[in-house]
């Protein structure tokens, strides 16, 4: 049975970091394309960060572009996503996700994932 979950969500200041993690079991998690998520009260999922199977390409959305970066380690069957720079509207549950394909490219469609974790909260206080 496949699971994602997600882990090192928290408060933190404004300007400060977090690096979030995914451990992925049950699925050969080296050869999918895998992404981040994220969904404020309120608000529709939108994409934060993708990363192709072998890491080799990532893509970001320009409101977190320069402030995360994305990367993985198929060794450990683990996905991060380390932020910098936060911002109170970075404030979401954040979810990772796999592909439902292997060995595709990046991707911010949220259909083109098949697996979802269950979320960590982040919350930026200002």
């Known amino acids: 049975q496949v699971r994602l979950v997600e882990s090192g969500g928290g408060l933190v200041q404004v300007g400060g970091s977090l690096r979030l993690s995914c451990v992925a079991s049950?699925?050969?998690?080296?050869?999918?394309?895998m992404g981040w998520f994220r969904q404020a009260p309120g608000k529709e999922r939108e994409f934060v960060a993708s990363i192709t199977w072998s890491g080799g390409s990532t893509y970001y959305p320009d409101s977190v572009q320069g402030r995360f970066t994305i990367s993985r380690d198929n060794a450990k069957n683990t996905l991060y996503l380390q932020m910098n720079s936060l911002k109170p509207e970075d404030t979401a549950v954040y979810y990772c996700?796999?592909?439902?394909?292997?060995?595709?490219?990046?991707?911010?469609?949220?259909?083109?994932?098949?697996?979802w974790g269950q979320g960590t909260q982040v919350t930026v206080s200002s």
């Open positions: 996700a796999a592909a439902a394909s292997r060995y595709g490219g990046t991707s911010k469609r949220e259909a083109e994932y098949a697996i």
């Open positions: 049950g699925r050969t998690f080296s050869t999918y394309t």
